[in-house]
């Protein structure tokens, strides 16, 4: 699955298209926008993937934000609100959860071309569903890890140009829920304040636990987290380094990045 790079994510998130031919809405086809896996739960806040046949007439991207609910003439609805939506295709949709939810509540998702509903798929609301954007667009592989480098400059942590122990990284990620100050689904982060994550926010680096400078939606965004971390000092060498992150207890899949000393 094609996914932009953090750079790109900012306006929107972008996917190649994967036909199910049985319905609407493949059953089981609802993912994490992040890491592309299937997840029978949604996060507050979180940005989704959606598979199926038919759902839109055309593909169309979201220009800008705020996110609006309707492009190409199709809607998603989540317990009968419609959802911000960053792309659509006849084989694809990416949205974003709103936040205010009701946790550990059960919800309906379908989508609307025009005016016929399509037959809805079960999810249950969680507390998060983190997840870590990948370089290579498929939610393995090098992380959008990224390494603050002298001025302030972002570059991947990855072979070439490794993070070193004590560096400060940018992990860029989704569903990490709730924030505080909150902002409303669709719109851009404010910059100031910084809407910070409510729930306490893990990063393990080759299985060595890194400290968490702060973890809050990405300013001028729409769903985008990010997480400010320092490599730790027992962090293994390696070019293919696993990380990971957990919030509220839910740990994300497995990326990677590159430790040199």
């Keep these: 699955f094609k996914q932009k790079t953090a ?84 084989g694809q949709i990416n949205a974003q959860v709103p936040f205010g939810l009701p946790l550990n509540s059960e919800q309906q998702i379908a989508v609307r071309r025009r005016e016929p509903l399509g037959t809805p798929e079960r999810v249950v609301v969680g507390a998060a569903q983190p997840g870590i954007f990948s370089k290579n667009s498929n939610g393995v592989g090098q992380g959008v890890v990224l390494a603050v480098r002298a001025g302030s400059a972002q570059t991947f942590a990855e072979l070439g140009a490794p993070a070193r122990p004590g560096d400060t990284i940018v992990i860029y990620c989704g569903g990490l829920g709730p924030t505080t100050p909150p902002v409303a689904a669709g719109v851009a982060a404010p910059l100031t304040p910084l809407s910070r994550v409510d729930s306490p926010v893990r990063v393990t680096i080759g299985g060595a636990e890194a400290v968490v400078a702060f973890a809050e939606l990405t300013p001028g965004s729409a769903g985008l987290y990010q997480i400010n971390a320092v490599v730790p000092s027992d962090a293994p060498d390696g070019d293919k380094v696993p990380v990971t992150i957990s919030v509220a207890g839910v740990e994300s899949s497995v990326v990677s990045m590159a430790v040199r000393r």
């Design 7 to 90: 750079y790109e994510i900012r306006l929107s998130l972008v996917g190649s298209e994967m036909c199910i031919r049985d319905r609407q809405v493949g059953a089981g086809a609802i993912v994490n926008g992040a890491s592309f896996v299937a997840q029978p739960l949604v996060a507050p806040g979180q940005l989704i993937s959606i598979y199926g046949s038919d759902l839109a007439e055309r593909s169309q991207a979201a220009a800008s934000v705020p996110l609006g609910t309707e492009l190409a003439g199709t809607e998603v609805l989540l317990g009968g609100d419609a959802l911000p939506l960053l792309f659509v295709s006849g």
